[in-house]
């Protein structure tokens, strides 16, 4: 009986040290590198990262200065600028897809804008944008994220 375990329990391990044996081939550098670039294509925002965004707001002259009146401005909504840079190895994006949200003084959104930046962001590239905005009046602060992007295969 202790010699017919003995020789199970031998012959399971002989099964389970065959079985954890990798066969596989190494994969070429070929076949990494397009996995790689399969990898960027389906995750452009993991690759793609926004820095130093800032807005400011803008104002028009409505009326020239004259001898008894001075000029006259009012606003005319912000202008939002920032880089996008793009981390990707092999992909390069295009029309980049952005959501910027407008909060109050308590930090609740008030208002959300999508604009699509029709640029194209070679891999360990940056590019500078700008957009024309018109937050609400009673907006205190703002954010900004990127929510997609276009690959040249979409």
Same mark, same amino acid.
């Given at each position: 009986?202790? @010699?017919?375990?003995?020789?199970?329990?031998?012959?399971?391990?002989?099964?389970?040290?065959?079985?954890?044996?990798?066969?596989?081939?190494?994969?070429?550098?070929?076949?990494?590198?397009? #996995?790689?670039? $399969?990898?960027?294509?389906?995750?452009?925002?993991?690759?793609?990262?926004?820095? #130093?965004?800032?807005?400011?707001?803008?104002?028009?002259?409505?009326?020239? #200065?004259?001898?008894?009146?001075?000029?006259?401005?009012?606003?005319?909504?912000?202008?939002?600028?920032?880089?996008?840079?793009?981390?990707?190895?092999?992909? $390069?994006?295009?029309?980049?897809?952005?959501?910027? *949200?407008? *909060?109050?003084? $308590?930090?609740?959104?008030?208002?959300?804008?999508?604009y699509v930046?029709y640029e *194209?962001?070679?891999? *360990?590239?940056?590019?500078?944008f700008s957009?024309?905005?018109?937050?609400?009046?009673?907006? @205190?602060?703002?954010?900004?994220?990127? $929510?997609? #992007?276009?690959?040249?295969?979409?």
């Open positions: 009986m202790k @010699t017919s375990l003995l020789w199970s329990s031998l012959v399971l391990l002989l099964i389970f040290t065959i079985s954890s044996c990798s066969t596989e081939r190494p994969k070429s550098p070929e076949e990494i590198r397009a #996995a790689l670039r $399969t990898e960027e294509l389906l995750n452009p925002t993991v690759y793609l990262q926004d820095s #130093a965004v800032t807005m400011s707001p803008q104002r028009k002259k409505i009326r020239e #200065a004259s001898l008894f009146r001075s000029a006259k401005y009012e606003d005319d909504g912000a202008l939002l600028k920032g880089t996008i840079k793009n981390e990707a190895a092999l992909a $390069t994006y295009k029309d980049v897809i952005v959501n910027v *949200y407008y *909060y109050s003084k $308590t930090e609740s959104v008030i208002k959300e804008e999508q930046l *194209y962001i070679k891999p *360990y590239s940056s590019k500078s957009l024309k905005v018109y937050p609400p009046d009673i907006s @205190t602060s703002f954010g900004f994220e990127i $929510t997609g #992007a276009m690959t040249e295969f979409n």
